[in-house]
Nanobody, 130 residues
Framework: EVRLAESGGGSVQVGGSLTLSCTVS????????MGWYLQAPGLTCELLTK???????GYADSVKGRFTFSRDNAKNTVYLQMNSLKLEDTGVYYC????????????????????????WGQGTQVTVSS
């Protein structure tokens, strides 16, 4: 059974840091393209960063230089290190695999392959306050 389980969310002040984890069961994290998305209140679901199977990463301009995507193959877990957090980083963060669209109307929580081949976690809330 495939499962993506995010953890590490919470409340933090502006300028603070958090590290999110996404532990995967059912496939190897280095066998698929993986991504982190943000569903901010009232906004679309945005791809913040992705890591290809070969380990190459890409970042949205909004997080470049502040967020870092890493992977631990032994733990079958991917991470999102978030530094210098801003108010606009508030929202639900989702881990996803395969078919990583840059933007969706809404993040499909817990989605399994259907119309496309993507997998999604349940999300973890991050709240940044002043």
């Amino acid at each position: 059974e495939v499962r993506l389980a995010e953890s590490g969310g919470g409340s933090v002040q502006v300028g603070g840091s958090l590290t999110l984890s996404c532990t995967v069961s059912g496939f190897a994290v280095d066998a698929r393209d993986m991504g982190w998305y943000l569903q901010a209140p009232g906004l679309t679901c945005e791809l913040l960063t992705k890591m290809e199977r070969n380990g190459r990463t890409g970042y949205a301009d909004s997080v470049k230089g502040r967020f870092t995507f890493s992977r631990d193959n032994a733990k079958n877990t991917v991470y999102l290190q978030m530094n210098s957090l801003k108010l606009e980083d508030t929202g639900v963060y989702y881990c996803a695999a395969d078919d990583l669209s840059p933007r969706l109307r809404g993040c499909p929580r817990g989605k399994l392959p259907g119309a496309d081949s993507s997998y999604w976690g349940q999300g973890t809330q991050v709240t940044v306050s002043s």
